[in-house]
């Protein structure tokens, strides 16, 4: 209930009315079969306007909900390209993938590669490739953090670009092709499995001999493809 007379009205259209008893704007709302709203209390006199109430509220609740959400884009997602420079190039891309999903989501993304034993002598093979994830993703991000190095590992950060994720989705949207939520839940719980299992240290592990006299050395020989990352790496390092 509004106490104070008068008030400053705006009417159902929006319009400034100007300073009226509060008597009148109530008469004025029930005509219109809206409500009376105090908006600006803290005015002398205060502003009031003819609305509806109940969407006002529901406007209200909404804004907020948008807020929260604009509030989580600002969330790191860090995803870890596995224990080594020898992830397998299809298992990279479904990194990639994950990260272009949290940058349509708004989220950033924190994109580790780790060095095991002799690969930090060969930490451009490293960087490289977080060069060529940053081109691939270009399309909807931009770097915040070039490559940093913490011990064994070098880290970017990418932030979504809002302008370009806009414009892909308004082509959508344009071509028919909505673009569909992400969920966000099932994803990050993909993200920390392969983190989980890209953790631990066992750099060590990298100089372990694998042939005779060794429980990988029995039986027949692996004839699983190679991965070109092995290659390079056995090359440089004279593997």
């Keep these: 209930m509004i106490r104070i007379t008068p008030i400053r009205l705006i009417d159902e259209e929006n319009e400034q009315v100007g300073v009226v008893e509060t008597a009148e704007a109530i008469r004025r709302a029930q005509e219109a079969g809206l409500d009376l709203v105090e908006v600006v209390p803290d005015s002398r006199p205060p502003v009031c306007k003819i609305m509806d109430y109940g969407k006002y509220k529901y406007d209200l609740s909404k804004k907020e909900q948008k807020s929260r959400a604009s509030s989580k884009s600002t969330e790191l997602k860090e995803i870890r390209l596995g224990r080594s420079i020898k992830i397998d190039p299809h298992d990279v891309q479904i990194r990639v993938d994950q990260s272009r999903r949290f940058l349509m989501a708004g989220h950033k993304v924190q994109l580790t590669q780790r060095f095991r034993g002799r690969e930090m002598a060969h930490k451009e093979l490293g960087i490289e490739r977080l060069h060529k994830i940053c081109v691939d993703l270009s399309d909807i991000a931009k770097v915040e953090m070039a490559p940093?190095?913490?011990?064994?590992?070098?880290?970017?950060?990418?932030?979504?670009?809002?302008?370009?994720?806009?414009?892909?989705?308004?082509?959508?949207?344009?071509?028919?092709?909505?673009?569909?939520?992400?969920?966000?839940?099932?994803?990050?719980?993909?993200?920390?499995?392969?983190?989980?299992?890209?953790?631990?240290?066992?750099?060590?592990?990298?100089?372990?001999?694998?042939?005779?006299?060794?429980?990988?050395?029995?039986?027949?020989?692996?004839?699983?493809?190679?991965?070109?990352?092995?290659?390079?790496?056995?090359?440089?390092?004279?593997?």
């Design 148 to 239: 940093r190095w913490m011990g064994r590992q070098a880290s970017i950060v990418l932030a979504p670009d809002k302008a370009k994720i806009e414009a892909i989705k308004r082509k959508l949207e344009k071509e028919g092709k909505a673009h569909e939520e992400e969920d966000l839940e099932a994803l990050e719980a993909q993200v920390e499995k392969q983190n989980i299992e890209a953790g631990g240290d066992d750099d060590h592990d990298e100089d372990r001999p694998t042939g005779v006299g060794t429980k990988r050395g029995k039986g027949p020989a692996d004839q699983r493809a190679v991965n070109p990352i092995d290659s390079e790496m056995e090359e440089l390092l004279g593997g």
